[in-house]
């Protein structure tokens, strides 16, 4: 589909997502149409739309600040002018993309939340991705992550492994807390669901492509084997009783537990843990914050994705 129309299927379904929810967006109204009624207009259902940007599934929200018991405004909620900026930078970023979203009701906790965030159901246009359960984020999130499904997943899917994706396993987002849940730190991206945590892939063939068991070895596991062996070598050179059983206690070992200790430890070279790579390297360039395997034992068995801005270049470790 060209990209007008693209835009203007996306303008439809944002509007009357506008609607539903009370918050007008007067900017996307066409100036020739004739206004309907407001009651008339908040009633409108949201139909089947053949648009990239698919939503379904309308969850409605109040106008403006929730009131408490005694009708007092709430503080944690957001402002008549924050949700209807929010939808309009929705209508922004996913107008352009092919991504299934479900519009969810506005989260706000004093500084977590987002004003507009959604379910993302789905990823793609010719092969669709599916994600399950659909993890909550915010659109700008969901929009990068269409961008990289179709410029490096897919792409890395059909070169490594000869089948495309369709499915994400054990995708979060949002989620109010600081980083590594550590009160002494910082808010996490997933506060405001700008971030995204990937432990998995499965394959149009049936294959389940994991983080945590394809990626292999990482440096930090091929340097302790190292280190590990030379000091089994030093423990008593001249004792040749003690070197011949730290070789045993070394080479003696499963294959599957040599990752601690074999000096010869190398990258995987398998066709999945390629995959992987490529697509974690591939990520650099979309987000803003890029981690892995390679960075700690914390994301040894998953991808974090976010969009934290940064002034020069992504994180990607």
């Known amino acids: 589909m060209a990209a007008p129309d693209k835009g203007l299927s996306g303008i439809s379904i944002w509007l009357s997502l506008a609607l539903l929810s009370g918050v007008v967006v007067l900017p996307f109204v066409p100036s020739q149409k004739t206004k309907r009624p407001a009651s008339e207009m908040q009633a409108a259902p949201i139909g089947s739309v053949s648009g990239a940007t698919k939503i379904v599934d309308v969850a409605t929200t109040k106008d403006g600040p929730a009131a408490g018991a005694s009708g007092e405004l709430v503080k944690d909620a957001w402002t008549q002018s924050e949700l209807t900026s929010g939808l309009r930078e929705c209508l922004r970023l996913l107008a352009p993309v092919a991504a299934d ?50 410029t490096v997943l897919q792409p890395a899917a059909g070169d490594e492994l000869g089948s495309p994706i369709t499915q994400i396993v054990g995708a979060s987002s949002y989620s109010c807390r600081n980083i590594y849940n550590n009160p002494k730190l910082s808010l996490s991206e997933h506060a405001t669901g700008n971030a995204i945590d990937i432990v998995g892939f499965v394959t149009a063939d049936g294959r389940t492509i994991k983080v945590l068991s394809d990626w292999g070895p990482t440096t930090r596991d091929i340097t302790k084997a190292r280190k590990m062996r030379e000091a089994a070598k030093k423990t008593s050179v001249n004792d040749r009783s003690t070197v011949h059983k730290a070789r045993l206690k070394v080479d003696g070992l499963p294959a599957a537990s040599k990752s601690n200790n074999n000096e010869t430890l190398r990258p995987a070279k398998t066709k999945a843990a390629a995959f992987l790579k490529r697509l974690h390297r591939g990520a650099c360039s979309i987000f803003g914050t890029v981690l892995g395997p390679e960075l700690n034992e914390a994301h040894r068995n998953h991808f974090h994705f976010d969009m934290k801005h940064r002034r020069r270049r992504s994180v990607c470790r």
Do not use: H, Y
Request: aromatic share 4%; net charge positive; hydrophobic share 40%.
């Open 101 to 150: 979203v479900a519009p969810a009701a506005p989260i706000k906790k004093g500084a977590c939340g987002s004003s507009s965030p959604v379910k993302l159901r789905g990823l793609g246009s010719d092969e669709k991705i599916n994600f399950r359960p659909a993890p909550t984020m915010n659109c700008g999130l969901a929009a990068s992550l269409a961008r990289w499904v179709e």
